[in-house]
T-cell receptor
């Protein structure tokens, strides 16, 4: 059974810092990995999708890496802003199912 | 184009009542997923529809839960004889599987409160 772990559970940083969120998964036979953002009381917004054959994806200040063999992914956020405050979820997808981590709640202080 | 929509946005019901939650996926998306997010917990997979294939119901927590997808589009999640532990946000997502690409687009969710 696939298990996804995200560390840390919560993170607070001052504005402008670069930061890394971690995601690990137990079964490396994944189809792809997706990072989401969830704002309080709202649904999920997809940030980046990495296919199993890829090593990383970039979008603006976000960079996600994937090391499938070791079961790890990182989400790097450069020059963090207060608007980045949210819960970040990673999900691994295989055989029609996504397994989500519990998320990392990020607070960026002005 | 419109994203995934869900209705109602909030539902309060009494224990023992049946509820129906609706999901309108993005037009043309062949895959549709239901998830549940309980307070302070992660997302829990419930059920997956892909085209005309039999749905994957392996995540449904009990036989009180069922879902249908009519005409390959709108889906309804039904919870019978609701219990207090059913209180959660129910999220629907759709995706268009193209080769190795599968990005899930989520709706805003339905917040269910069982009194």
């Amino acid at each position: 059974k696939q298990e996804v772990t995200q560390i840390p559970a919560a993170l607070s940083v001052p504005e402008g810092e670069n930061l890394v969120l971690n995601c690990s998964f137990t079964d490396s036979a994944i189809y792809n990995l997706q990072w989401f953002r969830q704002d309080p009381g709202k649904g999920l917004t997809s940030l980046l999708l990495i296919q199993s054959s890829q090593r990383e994806q970039t979008s603006g200040r976000l960079n996600a890496s994937l090391d499938k063999s070791s079961g790890r992914s990182t989400l790097y956020i450069a020059a963090s802003q207060p608007g980045d405050s949210a819960t970040y979820l990673c999900a691994v997808y295989n055989a029609g199912k996504s397994t989500f981590g519990d998320g990392t709640t990020l607070t960026v202080k002005p | 184009g419109a994203g995934v929509s869900q209705s109602p946005s909030n539902k309060v019901t009494e224990k023992g009542k049946d509820v129906e939650l609706r999901c309108d996926p993005i037009s043309g998306h062949t895959a549709l997923y239901w998830y549940r997010q309980s307070l302070g917990q992660g997302l829990e997979f419930l059920i997956y529809f892909q085209g005309n294939s039999a749905p994957d119901k392996s995540g449904l927590p009990s036989d009180r839960f069922s879902a249908e997808r009519t005409g390959g589009s709108v889906s309804t999640l039904t919870i019978q004889r609701t219990q207090q532990e059913d209180s959660a946000v129910y999220l629907c997502a759709s995706s268009s599987v193209e080769g190795a690409i599968d990005t899930q687009y989520f709706g805003p969710g339905t917040r269910l409160t069982v009194l």
